[in-house]
């Protein structure tokens, strides 16, 4: 199917975020359905461990690319992917998340920047973190319960999206992963060893690219 066909057309409220909590089943299933679900890498995989390129090429690529990161995420039932997951060093993410009110949240950011929070705007929250890369592991992580994050939309469009609770953690994390950090590097190192432990003694219920 030609892109033009399946363009989505990126609504905006007031406050000039981005509206993604519209069509979401129709919206997931349409770029699931056009892509390829991919094996993902884990920790101590280098593209992993580096900053991304920014995507500067917003072309018929990049769609596909998009297309398979959402077959991909839904095959490991994740709530968001970065693209160095699957093995692609380019500045994007996609995401199918609940907030704390379980509203679902569906979309995708290239080249994306996390605001910085005022320190009076800054409520942590520390609850148990989980991720792709890092198969079956989880530590209990404090990030703030309010996220902002400045890019781009498919087509190089300026987009801003928003989260609060789960949904920030998610917006924090997969952003954080395109700047070569995994959400281990952000525990204590007793924390970190116990989540690599726990990632050596259970088996992922996902194809992963193993480490040579």
């Not at 007031?14 to 884990?42: K, L, M, Q």
């Not at 580096?50 to 297309?67: G, M, N, P, Y």
């Amino acid at each position: 199917m030609a892109q033009q066909e399946t363009d989505e057309q990126i609504s905006v409220d007031d406050e000039g975020f981005v509206v993604d909590t519209e069509d979401c089943e129709a919206r997931e299933a349409a770029h699931r359905e056009r892509g390829t679900s991919r094996p993902i890498t884990v920790v101590g995989n280098p593209v992993l461990h580096k900053e991304c390129k920014d995507v500067t090429e917003f072309d018929d690529e990049l769609a596909r690319l998009i297309d398979d990161m959402f077959a991909s995420q839904r095959t490991a039932e994740g709530v968001g992917l970065a693209a160095n997951q699957i093995g692609v060093d380019l500045k994007v993410f996609v995401y199918d998340c609940p907030d704390d009110e379980g509203v679902r949240h569906v979309g995708a950011v290239c080249n994306p920047v996390l605001e910085e929070l005022a320190p009076e705007d800054r409520v942590l929250d520390d609850s148990n973190e989980g991720c792709l890369s890092v198969p079956t592991a989880y530590a209990s992580l404090a990030r703030p319960d309010y996220a902002v994050v400045r890019g781009q939309d498919a087509k190089g469009n300026p987009v801003k999206v928003r989260g609060s609770g789960y949904f920030a953690r998610c917006l924090q994390h997969e952003t954080d992963h395109l700047y070569g950090y995994l959400y281990i590097d952000r525990l204590s190192k007793r924390d970190r060893k116990d989540a690599l432990r726990q990632m050596a003694e259970n088996t992922p219920r996902y194809e992963i690219v193993p480490n040579d």
